[in-house]
């Protein structure tokens, strides 16, 4: 079973910048991919952007532009670099890894941004 710790998330005004980060306890190259997703309250959790094992990303269409995955494979840590804030990016933001068919989660970061 994969481990998966987040941090990163606050408080922020609109148009400002976060990073969030996934301390990942097993190796990724075990992962077939990994990802950010986002719950805001009334809403289901869904796909901001991931990274597969060999590097190809995929992002929501809400944050092209904005939003970068990336990964740093030996320190076994994912980020998400948030530009560009708005209001309605305002949710729990979870770290996911695929791993052998399991679908692996963290405990979730707060992200607010203020208008």
């Known amino acids: 079973q994969v481990q998966l710790v987040e941090s990163g998330g606050g408080l922020v005004q609109t148009g400002g910048s976060l990073r969030l980060s996934c301390a990942a306890s097993g190796s990724m190259f075990s992962m077939a991919a990994m990802g950010w997703y986002r719950q805001a309250p009334g809403n289901q959790r869904e796909l901001v952007a991931e990274?597969?094992?060999?590097?190809?990303?995929n992002y929501a269409d809400f944050v092209k532009g904005r939003f970068t995955i990336s990964r740093e494979i030996f320190k076994r840590t994912l980020y998400l670099q948030m530009n560009s804030l708005k209001p309605e990016d305002t949710a729990v933001y979870y770290c996911?890894?695929?791993?052998?068919?399991?679908?692996?989660w963290g405990q979730g970061t707060q992200v607010t941004v203020s208008s």
């Open positions: 990274i597969t094992r060999g590097g190809r990303t």
């Open positions: 996911n890894a695929e791993v052998y068919g399991n679908s692996n």
